[in-house]
């Protein structure tokens, strides 16, 4: 099992941002896929979720109207399209599966500064 996370970066606030997760190794279309964050000195927490289809959605509050949570299921791939960008908005990112999830991996930074 494979799951690379990449697209961050470092932005000024109000900025945007595109992260990518590519997988490989398992039935990518089988699962719900989750975005999570980790600032920090902070707990890693979840920020959005996507079902197997992609045909609902889910938000933490901090990002709701804000972050959206996209898959391509003939790639492997989930997004997380990142808009309005605030300081509070700085952490590592990471993709897994919403259940039995795998092992973190490396995830990708994103820093909102000025």
């Known amino acids: 099992v494979k799951v690379v996370e990449s697209g961050g970066g470092l932005v000024q606030p109000g900025g945007s941002l595109r992260l990518s997760c590519a997988t490989s190794g398992f039935t990518f279309s089988r699962y719900a896929m989750s975005w999570h964050r980790q600032a920090p000195g902070k707990e890693r927490e979840l920020v959005a979720a996507i079902i197997s289809n992609g045909g609902s959605t889910n938000y933490a509050d901090s990002v709701k109207g804000r972050f959206t949570i996209s898959r391509d299921n003939t790639k492997n791939t989930v997004y997380l399209q990142m808009n309005s960008l605030k300081p509070e908005d700085t952490a590592v990112y990471y993709c897994?599966?919403?259940?039995?999830?795998?092992?973190w991996g490396q995830g990708t930074q994103v820093t909102v500064s000025s």
């Open positions: 897994n599966k919403v259940a039995s999830q795998f092992p």
